[in-house]
T-cell receptor, first 115, second 115 residues
Framework: GENVEQHPSTLSVQEGDSAVIKCTYS??????FPWYKQELGKGPQLIID?????GEKKDQRIAVTLNKTAKHFSLHITETQPEDSAVYFC??????????????FGKGTKLSVKP | DAGVIQSPRHEVTEMGQEVTLRCKPI?????LFWYRQTMMRGLELLIY????????DSGMPEDRFSAKMPNASFSTLKIQPSEPRDSAVYFC?????????????FGPGTRLTVL
């Protein structure tokens, strides 16, 4: 089955700096890669996603890149702000219904943005 | 919309006791997912329902765990008897359409502690 590795497990940056979180996946059939943000005491919330037919996607200060050949994808946050502090999860799936379409999550990255 | 509602938010019980976690999905959503989150194993899918019918319960750890969805607006996850290793945060999520492309909306979770 699919296995998703996420690094680093913790990341501390100064406000205004960039943060990068990387994930690798094992199932070459995976074609959908969402990123979730989990704030303290809350459930994960989708912040951005990418499908395998594109290499990069941006949404304001957040961008995701995908390298299908190397089977890795990354989350980039620019101009970090204290409110970006949270745990971020990457996930991968084959993108269709049934058990093969389930989201497989990485272990998470705790991002701390220092003012 | 109030989002996905879970109760209780915190549950402390003693080993051997029965525990019931409750979830109300977002109105109109036809898929419901139960996840468990621990430091060691991260976010794991336990079971999911489509139109109140269990579709995949391969993630349910053992027979002590059971889940029901008697109607479109209510689901329960029951652990009987509970064990200390069941201590975790349990999330319920719902979506409209079961494809992984469709955003899953997570509830705030139930933090379970089994003494």
């Amino acid at each position: 089955g699919e296995n998703v590795e996420q690094h680093p497990s913790t990341l501390s940056v100064q406000e205004g700096d960039s943060a990068v979180i990387k994930c690798t996946y094992s199932d070459s059939a995976s074609n959908y890669f969402p990123w979730y943000k989990q704030e303290l005491g809350k459930g994960p919330q989708l912040i951005i996603d990418i499908r395998s037919n594109v290499g990069e996607k941006k949404d304001q200060r957040i961008a995701v890149t995908l390298n299908k050949t190397a089977k890795h994808f990354s989350l980039h946050i620019t101009e970090t702000q204290p409110e970006d502090s949270a745990v971020y999860f990457c996930a991968a799936s084959r993108g269709y219904g049934g058990s093969q379409g389930n989201l497989i999550f990485g272990k998470g990255t705790k991002l701390s943005v220092k003012p | 919309d109030a989002g996905v509602i879970q109760s209780p938010r915190h549950e402390v019980t003693e080993m051997g006791q029965e525990v019931t976690l409750r979830c109300k999905p977002i109105s109109g959503h036809d898929y419901l997912f139960w996840y468990r989150q621990t430091m060691m194993r991260g976010l794991e899918l336990l079971i999911y329902f489509n139109n109140n019918v269990p579709i995949d319960d391969s993630g349910m750890p053992e027979d002590r765990f059971s889940a029901k969805m008697p109607n479109a607006s209510f689901s329960t996850l029951k652990i009987q008897p509970s064990e200390p290793r069941d201590s975790a945060v349990y999330f319920c999520a719902s979506s409209f359409g079961g494809l992984a492309y469709n955003e899953q909306f997570f509830g705030p979770g139930t933090r379970l502690t089994v003494l």
